[in-house]
């Protein structure tokens, strides 16, 4: 009785054993994450460049204004946006070219999300659009392929 037990196991075992197809490890793409920490001033507008290697999903993330001066935060409007890399002779960025933008307040999630087609150099934008009232620091985040 026992060897008719353990037969039926091995016979179980190698019905499982029987398919020698290889298969491929699934690759899943990895984003970059970058940060654009710095100081805007009242009406001005700042951009931030960065390279991507390949087609996927682009998200910006203003995730916070502060005051200068003291602690707290600043709920102010302010455009965000991303466009193509402006390049001077020489290769330096000097500007950007802004293909799509949204107006927001800071928050935990993206507030813009694109696919970008093509590897190239990009850049990410956030404007005062009249929200503030004195110059702030400001955090953004932008992940991309």
Not at 27 to 43: G, H, K, Q, Y
Request: hydrophobic share 40%; aromatic share 6%.
């Amino acid at each position: 009785m026992r060897r008719a037990a353990l037969l039926a196991v091995l016979v179980a075992f190698c019905f499982g054993c029987g398919d020698d197809t290889p298969t491929s490890p699934s690759s899943t793409p990895t984003n970059a994450t970058e940060r654009f920490d710095d100081i805007i001033n009242v009406r001005e507008a700042k951009f931030f460049p960065f390279s991507v290697g390949s087609s996927g999903t682009v998200t910006i993330n203003l995730a916070s204004l502060s005051p200068l001066d003291r602690p707290g935060v600043v709920n102010a409007t302010m455009e965000i946006g991303w466009g193509k890399a402006i390049k001077d002779d020489s290769g330096t960025v000097i500007g950007c070219d802004l293909a799509r933008v949204t107006q927001t307040t800071p928050a935990l999630a993206a507030q813009l999300s694109d696919t970008l087609t093509a590897a190239s150099d990009y850049c990410a934008n956030i404007a005062d659009v009249g929200g503030l009232r004195e110059s702030v620091n400001f955090s953004m985040r932008i992940s991309h392929p």
